[in-house]
């Protein structure tokens, strides 16, 4: 029987951003019967507000910390080149509407690089777009397909999903037999701790 590992992230999840490199080694080596779904979790409704300067410092001193502990890198020209907006829900509607199309994975990893190397803004609509062309998707349609009632009330039934699984922080890795849940310990930069555990968990699981 298959088992779900459902990974919730948030494709503006600075944290997200940097356990991916783990989460696709991960992934490739996982038992067959064991899929991998993506829940998007929302960290932030729309807003057209700047956000305060006291909380752009924040994120960012959290980009240095992220830099320091896992290695990952980040391109700190967003916060001089860009007008920060706490608001992601834009960014994972386009991430479900790639998943639709097939291209859920294209998506999170154009909105990430649009995001944290070239400095540009996934909390705005155009930015999505331009990620939605470059992976191959209908720009006419992703673009009306974005601001459409169904969208947003998909992404409203996804995070549904995510409560129903009790994840409050991302990214989270949730394995799920049937209506049993088993949180994974992450660890950003060894997936094989996190495999072992995946492994003890279902092997436990056919016992």
Request: hydrophobic share 30%; charged share 30%.
């Amino acid at each position: 029987m298959t088992i779900t590992l459902y990974h919730v992230h948030d494709p503006m999840c600075s944290w997200c951003y940097a356990f991916k490199p783990t989460l696709d080694k991960l992934r490739e080596e996982l038992a067959s019967n064991i899929k991998l779904v993506h829940v998007v979790g929302g960290l932030a409704k729309h807003s057209n507000e700047t956000m305060p300067k006291e909380q752009q410092e924040t994120i960012e001193n959290i980009w240095y910390q992220i830099e320091e502990q896992v290695g990952t890198k980040f391109n700190h020209d967003f916060w001089r080149n860009c007008q920060p907006r706490r608001s992601t829900y834009l960014s994972c509607q386009a991430t479900m509407l790639a998943r639709y199309e097939g291209k859920e994975d294209e998506m999170i990893a154009g909105i990430q690089e649009a995001y944290y190397q070239e400095a540009k803004n996934p909390s705005d609509a155009n930015t999505l777009t331009e990620v939605a062309k470059q992976i191959g998707l209908d720009e006419k349609k992703f673009e009306q397909d974005l601001k459409s009632s169904k969208i947003e009330q998909d992404l409203q039934d996804e995070l549904n999903l995510r409560r129903s699984l009790y994840v409050r922080s991302f990214p989270s890795l949730v394995l799920k037999y049937k209506k049993e849940l088993y949180p994974i310990n992450l660890k950003y930069n060894d997936h094989e701790a996190m495999l072992k555990q995946i492994k003890d968990l279902t092997e436990n699981i056919y016992f």
